[in-house]
């Protein structure tokens, strides 16, 4: 059992940047598959980004790549995302997500951080 916190959410006028972190607890994610999704009000459910404990070739949504990128520190069992450039449309609520070895969806999700982004 593996429990993530967000933060680093907030309101940013269109252009900005902000950099979400996600602190672990109960396990360490060293072993684990991490990544981000978005949840925006009347819009599928979207993953922004992924990467593997191998740290190799981590992916990102079309919409982001080129902006967004997905970090981790397991010496301080974190993950962050880094975004810049940041459009109205990537206004939703972040998730940190999990899921461990042989998985193929989503195990564990925080709580979530707002992002708006203003024109």
């Known amino acids: 059992q593996v429990q993530l916190v967000e933060s680093g959410g907030g309101s940013v006028q269109a252009g900005g940047s902000l950099r979400l972190s996600c602190a672990a607890s109960?396990?360490?994610?060293?072993?684990?598959?991490m990544g981000w999704v978005r949840q925006a009000p009347g819009k599928e459910r979207e993953q922004v980004a992924r990467i593997s404990s191998l740290f190799i070739s981590p992916s990102y949504a079309d919409s982001v790549k080129g902006r967004f990128t997905i970090s981790r520190d397991n010496t301080k069992n974190a993950l962050y995302l880094h975004m810049n450039s940041l459009k109205p449309e990537d206004t939703a609520m972040y998730y940190c997500?999990?899921?461990?070895?042989?998985?193929?969806?989503?195990?564990?999700w925080g709580q979530g951080t707002q992002v708006t982004v203003s024109s």
């Open positions: 997500t999990a899921r461990g070895l042989g998985r193929s969806l989503w195990d564990y």
């Open positions: 109960g396990d360490t994610i060293s072993e684990y598959t």
